[in-house]
């Protein structure tokens, strides 16, 4: 069996009967249970004809109460309407062991519903129509169990007014089975009027479903006021619809009273009276179930629709960080691309990036027009700049020069940091080797500017050896040639470029990281 003290909305199904700090809640109830019960007790002749009543709503007041309090405080929910079963029907004459006997069949059935009800729904806090499963566990229940104690009920019908067996347990079915349909929804509207597609309805949709089913209900209370109880209730059942179909939860219990009230009325008022009763009663165990479905169905519906929106929201959401993080990652490889192919200090390519492309352009086959140019350049005296004005002045001119070298170059020429001040330029698509001195020359003179640093100035130049790359002769050997012709221009006073011719053929010197370049000694 579900478990029946815990409660799926708030406190429902844990509230205390008698709570510390307000006890009047528990003396409220206490006199809605007796009103309850006295009230249907003191009406029941307007709406009884040979024994069949309409709908019995205390049992419904019962109900709500054990679905809402604890357990442990079912026997102040029990004794207050036994004391008013007894009551109202000693003044019927009714003896007081058949009157107790009437309340504990009342009490037997409105625990079984709420157990039924809860199994089915999976909690008592669930039971009602904010949700189809909770919606079929309240019909069920209502119709099944009245039909299970509407045996026991007519027994005591039989001992007590001597009456048809058949005829009192479709008696109490029928009506108990119809109190519970419509008031259990009303007992249980509080509760479910916070999590009610109702609250959530813009206004115009209100308007537009709310003030169609007003009209049709003012027709259907004219109608029935007239006496004419079939279009009466016809009429109340469009209205119904419309209610439900707008206010879902809210709206049901309140369209299941509005054509209860009209069936009565129209019963009343029309040529047969109650003598149609139980075929009015047939009619509005359809009409309950049927708006109570539409109505837990558009409750269903708005939640899921909520959902998906939701779920759009969050999913729109996730694709934005996730887009963010696609960016950052992106920007990462990108930063740790440069890293490993650019120099950090001056922003050059590094050596192995250098080399690489070296290697690429000397495989390339050469063609009159598209030779390549290799610059070797070295600063001069630059540990001199080091040890005077300190590292970070070196590092400063080593960046200056390098945006100096830049300025005299293309786009497609490359500038590569080799290590220390030592850097490599590739200028493909050259001519001859006096366009390639032309470029070391226009290097060399940009350079020879006065550096200007903390308020002090001093010069800067390059050594530059220059020369065309060979078809097929290796990295090494190219280095090692240009790297030669440098450090001749350095023997020869520094600040000068110094070009050397290419060789006839490849060379066959083994490739290697390492140059092979003659001893500089002190030169710098």
Sequence with gaps: MADLSTAGHGNWGRAVFWP???????????????SAYLGAVTLYPLLEAGGVALLWLPNAVLVTALLRFRLTDWIYVYAVALVAEVVGDLTFGVAPHQAVYFGVVNAVEASLFVAFAALLAGGRGKVGLLSVRGAVALVLAAVLVPAATGALGAIGSVWTFDADYFTAWRNWWFGDSLGLLAGVPLGVLLRDTMSSVALRRSRPLAWAGGGPAVLVAVSA?????NGNAWAAQQTAIGAAVLIALTFGAVGAPMAAGLTTVVTLVGAARGAEGFDSVARD?????????????IAATTESADRAMALVSRARDDLEIANQQLSSKHGELLDAHRKLERLARFDTLTGMVNRSEVLARLESALRRRRTPGSELGVLF??????KGVNDTWGHATGD????????????????????GRLGGDEIL????????????RMVAEKIRANVDQPVYRSGKSFGVTLSIGATLAVTGESAATLIARVDSAMYQAKQEGRNRVTCVEQPSAPSSQPESGARAAPTRGTAG
Aim: negative net charge; contains cysteine.
């Design 425 to 436: 330029v590739l200028v493909p698509a050259v001519h001859s080797l006096d366009e390639v």
């Design 377 to 382: 350049c070295d600063i001069d005296n630059f």
């Design 396 to 415: 400063f001119v080593l960046s200056l020069v390098t945006q100096r070298i830049r300025e005299c170059l293309r786009d497609s020429d490359t500038i």
């Design 281 to 293: 009663q047939i009619l509005l165990f359809v009409v309950f179930a049927a708006i109570y479905a």
């Design 221 to 225: 209370g004219i109608l029935a006021a």
């Design 20 to 34: 510390v700090d307000a006890r009047w809640r528990g003396l409220a109830w206490l006199l809605v249970i007796f």
